[in-house]
């Protein structure tokens, strides 16, 4: 179950959320919905452990802490552009080393993960040629 209480975000004196809270119980789907610069993405990140809130916490199973609870999630943003020039296999191990996935887990997983979502021919390949649905199966 995620817990959001009380956050809130600014960037210099622009408020980008502010004193945000709900809660999700397992099974339930959230959507965001809002006009450009409404502050989706801003939450999506906050709740992603990418960014820190100004207030406010997050927690996921009781868990407060991004760093213990970034395993167990995935999240998938538009802009992939920083990722362009690694190939998948790079980027999904740079991902799992951010967590802390011991390397042969990694290795294990992309084998896995490849053959499931037919990226054997592709794994090896800058991601800058992968289409945009190509990168969301690799990002998730």
Not at 7 to 25: L, M, N, Q, T, V
Not at 80 to 103: A, I, K, N, Q, W
Not at 108 to 130: G, H, N, P, W
Request: aromatic share 10%; hydrophobic share 35%; charged share 20%.
């Amino acid at each position: 179950m995620l817990n959001v209480v009380n956050i809130s975000k600014s960037y210099g004196s622009i408020p980008a959320k502010k004193e945000i809270s709900f809660h999700i119980r397992s099974g339930e789907i959230l959507g965001l919905l809002g006009s450009n610069g409404a502050g989706k993405t801003t939450t999506l990140s906050i709740l992603s452990g990418l960014m820190k809130p100004d207030s406010g916490f997050v927690s996921l199973y009781e868990v407060e802490d991004p760093n213990e609870y970034k395993s167990q999630i995935g999240c998938v943003f538009d802009d992939l552009s920083p990722y362009d020039y690694l190939t998948g296999r790079e980027y999904v191990t740079f991902m799992g080393e951010l967590r802390g996935v011991p390397s042969n887990q990694i290795d294990l997983f992309i084998s896995d993960l490849s053959q499931l979502l037919f990226l054997e021919r592709k794994i090896d390949v800058l991601i800058k040629t992968y289409s945009k649905g190509m990168c969301q199966k690799k990002l998730y």
